[in-house]
């Protein structure tokens, strides 16, 4: 069992940055894939970006290409999404997950964290 625990939430005014952090615990984070995805108020819990075992490979939707940036440092069991240019359509709880591959529904991943806020202020 992995457990998944995510950091660095908060408010944000738009234009700025956060940065969320995951940190794994009970099993090697390199061993799975990892995402980061993202559930607003009354929406469903949506993929925004994922990360391949080595780091080699990522994945992003349209909406936050070119101003989120995912990573991972297996040495520290920890993945990371890295937020720029924040936009009140950001406003979400944020979830880490992790799994055997790389996909965008919810039941590829098997490890889910507990959420973490992101609020951001026009």
């Known amino acids: 069992q992995a457990q998944l625990v995510e950091s660095g939430g908060g408010l944000a005014q738009a234009g700025n940055s956060l940065r969320l952090s995951c940190a794994a615990s009970g099993r090697p984070l390199s061993s799975y894939v990892m995402a980061w995805f993202r559930q607003a108020p009354g929406k469903e819990r949506d993929f925004v970006a994922g990360i391949s075992w080595s780091g080699s490979s990522t994945r992003y939707i349209d909406s936050v290409k070119g101003r989120f940036t995912i990573s991972r440092d297996n040495a520290k069991n920890t993945v990371y999404l890295q937020m720029n240019s924040l936009k009140p359509e950001d406003t979400a709880v944020y979830y880490c997950?992790?799994?055997?591959?790389?996909?965008?529904?919810?039941?590829?991943?098997?490890?889910w964290g507990q959420g973490t806020q992101v609020t951001v202020s026009s």
């Open positions: 997950a992790a799994g055997p591959v790389m996909g965008l529904r919810r039941d590829v991943y098997a490890y």
